[in-house]
């Protein structure tokens, strides 16, 4: 099968009409096209005075290079910029010219979507207690992985466990969410199996950049970890040791640019859950129309599940015909559609939400296989991008008829632990 870009965008043609020209060499037309020469220098001219008397920040050069070369012939750059990006496709851009493909990534153009993954050393021996964690973003332009940049030294990422010798065949969870644009690291376990974060490491695409959040009020592991509507949620767990106030507690961080900027940036504590039952493992919080599903383990095991309406502050319990298809990671695009990976045949179902029932997608024959063995997956773009057990990323075209899979190529030595999908990392330096 055919490898195909990870994040595509709609089929969308470039059209570019070039100025016309100033020189016209039939003899019968020479006069009249003289005339339009002098009428477009004149409105050259005016075009001129008028950007020069303009603000600055409307005449600034967005990106390095060549300043004697427009982004368009006969535009302001800040005209350019409106018209090149409303084209869809930032492959196209890039295949252009180096002055398109810098401004692809630079702060003041439009971000397109792009894949970011936690990866742990698979190279090392499986005895070890820490092998090394970092984070990449799959650049879908370039078809490349690129490191983030170091994280802040608390906590050390390298005490972070993924592997410990009293779990053989159990690797332990590293929990990462996705909400406003951002990627956050919200939980994991030390060499002493106590929570690793007590603070969450924040890293935004657009500055390329790391930060701290606020302190958790109750730092934990093994918990369920979820976004909707901008803001982070951390319920139930396991903190140093086992208890019961945790493992009913919830707390949500807001990370829309509103709550941070009125100085409001600290964790709130939430309505307790109604029972421990979800302190077993650490389990995704899926955000979908303004609540949060989750179901307490995974696997054949009997589940049960719960749902969060966060506008509410209020819990519910789940209907059993939406319980039914957790059979593997469930994911929701846009935060209104929901999707299941079923682990064990590697069949993708969608969520009927009006007749209450889940429906199989049809994949391209052979695509079931790809999937088996799922362990993670998160939606965005009419795409599903999901981790497997053997350690490959398979992405899902669930707007194709039928969906279109394909697997990304990833780094040689590192095996993905969780994938997310947010804005390009601005890279002003690129060509």
Known sequence: MAPTPLLTFPSHSLHFTPPLSLFNNSKKKQKQKKREMEKKLKRRESMSTTAAESPPAKRRRTVTGNENSALIEGLPDHISEICLSLVHRPSLLSAVCTRWRRLLYSPEFPSFPSLYALFVDSTSDTGRVNPSVRFMCFNPVSSKWYPLPPPPPDPPLHRILYRHPSFISFNLPIQCVSAAGKLILIAGSNQQLSPAISHPLIFDPISSSWSSGPRIGSPRRWCATGACDGAIYIASGISSQFSSTVAKSVEKLDLTEQNRNNHRFNWEKLRDMRDLRFSRE???????????????????????????????????????????????????????????????????????????????????????????GATQVTADSGKLCVVTGDGKIVVVDVAAEPAKIWNVEIPDGLEPVSVHVLPRMSQPNFC
């Open 282 to 372: 650490a389990i995704d919080a899926v955000g979908y129309r303004r609540k949060l599903l989750m179901v307490n383990v995974k696997g054949d095991a009997v589940k049960e599940g719960a749902i969060y309406d966060v506008v509410k502050d209020d819990w519910e319990p789940m209907p059993e015909e939406m319980l039914v298809g957790w059979r593997g990671p469930v994911a929701a695009m846009e935060e209104e559609i929901l999707y299941s990976v079923d682990e064990r045949r590697g069949t993708v179902r969608k969520y009927d939400d009006e007749k209450r029932e889940w429906r199989e997608v049809v994949v391209v024959e052979g695509g079931e296989e790809m999937l088996k």
